[in-house]
């Protein structure tokens, strides 16, 4: 506040300092521009004043030369009439002769008898040889009377004796007329002097005054200094003026043009008024802003303040803050609650030993009671902490802060809940938190160690077991199941090691197991299947599961942890590419394969980015008809190095390494462009990945892949499999009723050799179903396959679908399919997958032979 007040004081003084520093500014500038005006029209009047002279100076000389000569006529009408009219209007022309008597005159006729050879002035005008003809003098008019200023020329005969005086009166009323021309005011005076103070006229009249010496007045500087603006007091009205005086250049004559102070000071006592009135408002808007500003900080700091004590009462830590005498000054609520003292009881001054007292009536334990005066007052100017242990199992951090002059504070915080928290975050960085098995952090730091431990002739197996068909389970029965058996699997796995063993989780259905000696590592193996295989009840569900395990040993397949682990992954990748259930140890070969799928990979890339592939069709036929009802779009690679290359190798390779969903997309739209040059009742089938399905964009790729190649939706069939549909069912159903909404045709493929349920026969839209492969190979040779068949064709019927047998090869398998109610088949009976052109020529398409109908198939082979 102090500080705004003395902020408040400044400015104000600011604004007055510069108010006044703008009024008198404005003052003086206003005088300056009145002495400048002033004189300027002091210098114009002085101007014309002295071009008048000259005329009038000349005109005389001229008049007195032709009275020379003509003197004897001197008193005649002529020399009137010339005189009268030299005159004109400016002044009168008077010829008195040596003895002072007027003996013509421009003035009306007939002249009055006038005589002014006694005056002394007419003494001088005809004595003084050395006297300036050419100045003006004040004289009294001799006819009218009063005091004017007169030019004066003496007539002189052969002998340059005096024979006559012309004197030309300017009258008083030629300076009035002059002045009164000029605009300079209401309060302006025009006052026409001669050098020595005499006041010839004034303007405004003044007549009193004419002829009256001021030398020795206020207007002294004015004959003193002419040329120069000079502020007098008035002896004419008595007020203060500016008079501007300029001397006439030949005539002793002084011109003083003058206004009134006050006059020149009207405009800007205005002008005062407004700078005022600006400055009143300015300061009074400063102290109305810092009025309000000073107002605002004492609410707030009032409002702090009332923030403060709240903020302090309802800390989660307790607070209580010390003087440099170890006297209480403040606490707050929750350092009570803390403590369990009583409110009454804890009063600001009390000192540490006080407190402690209180303490210990509150049944603390001595122990702590200790602690807490020891920290008190020990070191009290050092920043420091300490946890205590309450007997309750509570957890307070003492924290003492000294502050700046002495004194310091204290917080209280009880930290019970975040030790804890602490202490299961370093469980959970190291242990898993489902199973409580070791994480992998932890499993690579143990089998670092187990690795730097092994002796010359120790051997260490490390074991990594992935859980067969985990995911079918979690997907099917759910995410709570999953994890119970997660459990199960978890104790049975510790059940089975030897003490010195250790068994790890890596994530989700993979363990590792590190064994100290691998000796015995064939009997723990089977030990591990044995126990897996037993079923587990989790949940009311009873779950069988088994497991691939891939195994390393050190220091033969190595010694560094990453290269164990590779090793061991590489192991467990081959145990469950030979179908799973089983395990397998580590052998170079697997290591040689591994980066021959690398290259594969790479050379997959490659082949995707530009579109080295084919498209082969494999036609499908009517059992009924025998016509071909559409093909099968199968998808070749021909490698320039490694020749044909199997889809049964590069497509899974493909969905591994993220490069499906684009070959996919080609294979959908390249399938599309050619099949609508087919016959319009032949479809096309085209295989799609669950991976590519998975995707909500698909139905979308799908009809502009439609529309991109003007192939009608019906003509279209997607395959999929069995094992798309145990995952995510609905946002799988939403997907296949909007490729139905398209008008597209869905297949289930390989049909009854997965997780079939009859029940997606029934939820799910497919419009055909596909018998693989394996029921029509033993389909002459086993009853049981037969009998397949015929439920699967019985409900393929009771749902209005299509069945489709795969791999057909024989005419007795094809008979036995068209009397088991079959409608479609495909296979080498009738077809291999033939290039497109092939096909344009089995079809009989225009291009081919020049057909335009239908092929019929052949039924026989």
Known sequence: MRWIVGIGI?????????????????????????????????????????RTFDALNVEQSETASSLVHTFPLAKTLSTHTLLALKAGELGEFDLYDSAGALINSSRPWPLPDVRIGHHPAFKRWTSDDEREESEAEIVRDPVRGGQTLALVKRLRGPTRETTGVLTR????????????????????????FTSGGTLVTRWPRFTQAVGQNFLDSDLKPLFLRPNATHRVHSPFDGIQRLASSRMLSKQPVVVVVSRSVDGVLSAWWRELWVMVAVALASALAVAVVLFQLGRNIIRHETDLRQRYSIAVDNMAQGLSLFDAAGRLLLYNRR??????????????????????????????????????????????????????????????LITREPIQGGGWVMTHEEITERKRADSRIHHLAHYDDLTGLPNRSSFRKHLGDALDLIEPGDQLALLYIDIDEFKIVNDTLGHPVGDQLL??????????????????????????????????????VATLQLALRETFDCAGHVI??????????????????????????????????????????????MDIKAKARHELATELKRAVAEHDFHLHFQ???????????????????????????????????????????????????????????????????????????????????????????????????????????????????????QLRALGVKIALDDFGTGYSSLSYLHRFPFDKIKIDKSFVDTLTAEAGSATIVRAIVQIAAAGNKTTLAEGVETA????????????????????PALPADALARLIGLPSAEGQTAQRRAPLTV
């Open 487 to 524: 459990k199960c699997i978890a104790e049975r796995l510790q059940r089975c090691l030897a003490p010195a063993d250790y068994v790890a989780r890596l994530g989700g259905d993979e363990f590792a197991v590190v064994m100290a000696d691998a000796t015995t590592v064939r009997d723990l």
């Open 335 to 396: 350092y009570l609650e803390i403590y369990r003292l009583p409110p009454d009881a804890v009063k600001p001054g009390l000192r540490g030993s006080d407190i402690v007292g209180l303490l210990e009536k509150a049944g603390h334990d001595p122990h702590l009671i200790q602690q807490y005066h020891a920290f008190a007052m020990k070191n009290a100017g050092a920043r420091s902490s300490f946890e205590t242990e309450f007997s309750d199992g509570r957890t307070i």
């Open 169 to 192: 009166t300017i009258p008083n009323s030629w300076y009035e007329s002059l002045a009164s021309s000029i605009v300079l005011g209401a309060d302006a005076s025009i006052a026409v």
């Open 812 to 831: 007795a398998q094809r008979d036995l399919l068209r009397q088991l109610g079959c409608q479609q088949m495909q296979g080498y009976l009738f077809s």
């Open 619 to 737: 036609p499908l036929v009517d059992l009924n008809s025998g016509a071909i009802a559409g093909c099968e779009a199968l998808l070749r690679w021909q490698h320039p190095l490694r020749g044909f290359v199997s889809p049964a190798e590069f497509i899974p390779l493909a969905e591994d390494i993220g490069l499906i969903e684009e070959l996919g997309e080609w294979v959908l739209d390249h399938a599309c462009g050619v099949a609508v040059g087919w016959p319009a009742s032949m479809t096309v089938a085209v295989n799609v990945s669950p991976i590519q399905f998975r995707r909500s964009t698909f139905p979308l790729k799908v009809a502009a892949t439609l529309a991109r190649t003007g192939l009608p939706p019906h003509r279209l069939e997607l395959e999929i499999t069995e094992a798309l549909l145990l995952q995510d069912t609905e946002s799988t159903l939403a997907i296949l009723n």
């Open 10 to 50: 400044l400015l104000i003084a600011a604004i007055s300092m510069a108010t006044a520093w703008m009024i008198a500014d404005s003052r003086e500038r206003a005088l300056r521009n009145a002495e400048r005006e002033l004189g300027n029209t002091a210098m114009l009047l002085g101007r014309q004043f002295d």
């Open 544 to 589: 069988s599961p088994d497991a691939s395990i891939g195994i390393a040993l050190a220091p033969e397949h190595g010694r560094e942890v990453d290269d164990l682990i590779a090793k061991a992954d590489l192991a467990l990748y081959a145990a469950k590419s030979e179908g799973r259930r089983t395990y397998r140890f580590f052998m170079p070969e």
